[in-house]
């Protein structure tokens, strides 16, 4: 989805253009000042199909297991995302959470991700660490969170495992 800088609102839902809201984050002209702005420009990354923006957000940890070059080739079609909760990843914070919606298509077929992200400040910059989904499986909301290994179907109910698809 090819996104004009000087007229389109951002693919993040903020309602502001994506020059003054991610764009300036995914061209590195700016880095985000608390998680939710880091997890609003993840998104857009995926919908502009960003991985090398991903891979320098996500935690050094978690870097080797990431392969930017599937997100280049992916063909999944975001199409909406809703911020549910924030739980700190404010200015002064060092780490936070961002429970989100993001909606999409894929072959032919809509389906949604819910993650409860977590992120931790590193060198005075937002990281990516890692995310549970709250729903999968049968989990309800306030439940214990439910962590979905590599190998396991994506919550996201592509069929997919979770490593080749939302992982």
Known sequence: MPVSSETDL?????SR????CCG???SGADYPSTAEELMRSRYCAFVL??????????????????DAKSIERDQT??????????????LLDQTGQVEFIARFNEHGQHHHLH???????????????DGDFPNANGIKPGA??????RNDPCPCGSGKKFKKCCG
Do not use: M, Q
Request: proline share 3%.
């Open 144 to 149: 214990a969170p439910h962590r979905v290994g």
């Open 49 to 66: 199909r960003n991985g090398a923006y991903l891979s320098d957000t996500i935690a050094a940890e978690k870097r080797g297991a990431f």
């Open 24 to 26: 300036r984050f995914l």
């Open 115 to 129: 993650e409860r992200s977590s992120f931790e400040r590193r060198a005075g910059k937002w990281v990516y660490v």
């Open 17 to 20: 253009r994506f020059d003054h």
């Open 10 to 14: 951002c693919p993040c839902g903020s």
């Open 77 to 90: 079609d975001w199409i909406g995302l809703e911020i549910i909760d924030c739980k700190a990843g404010g």
